[in-house]
């Protein structure tokens, strides 16, 4: 059975920084991605940014050059440091895992950005 387990959302004010963390466990068949993923109320899921296992890396364009992913493979975690945070930031932030043959989501995470 795989976990995502999440970390690192919260409350931050318009400028500040957050660091989110996610730890896939479990038995995952030839981990393809990791990323992350934002949901705010009333809109849909949107793609954060997402990192290969070969590194290769793609932003969401409304964080472009303020949030960075990164990822250890050796302890299947990856990492979304997010700087200069906006109100607009605001939504429940879902780690995901692309294997070979399945994708798994974690529970999630709130990330409030006040003005």
């Known amino acids: 059975q795989v976990q995502l387990v999440e970390s690192g959302g919260g409350l931050v004010q318009a400028g500040g920084s957050l660091r989110l963390s996610c730890a896939a466990s479990?038995?995952?068949?030839?981990?393809?991605?990791m990323g992350w993923y934002r949901q705010a109320p009333g809109k849909q899921r949107e793609l954060v940014a997402d990192?290969?296992?070969?590194?290769?890396?793609d932003y969401g364009d409304s964080v472009k050059g303020r949030f960075t992913i990164s990822r250890d493979n050796a302890k299947n975690t990856v990492y979304l440091q997010m700087n200069s945070l906006k109100p607009e930031d605001t939504a429940v932030y879902f780690c995901?895992?692309?294997?070979?043959?399945?994708?798994?989501w974690g529970q999630g995470t709130q990330v409030t950005v006040s003005s």
């Open positions: 479990g038995s995952i068949f030839r981990l393809i991605a």
């Open positions: 990192i290969t296992s070969g590194g290769s890396i």
């Open positions: 995901k895992v692309v294997a070979a043959f399945n994708s798994y």
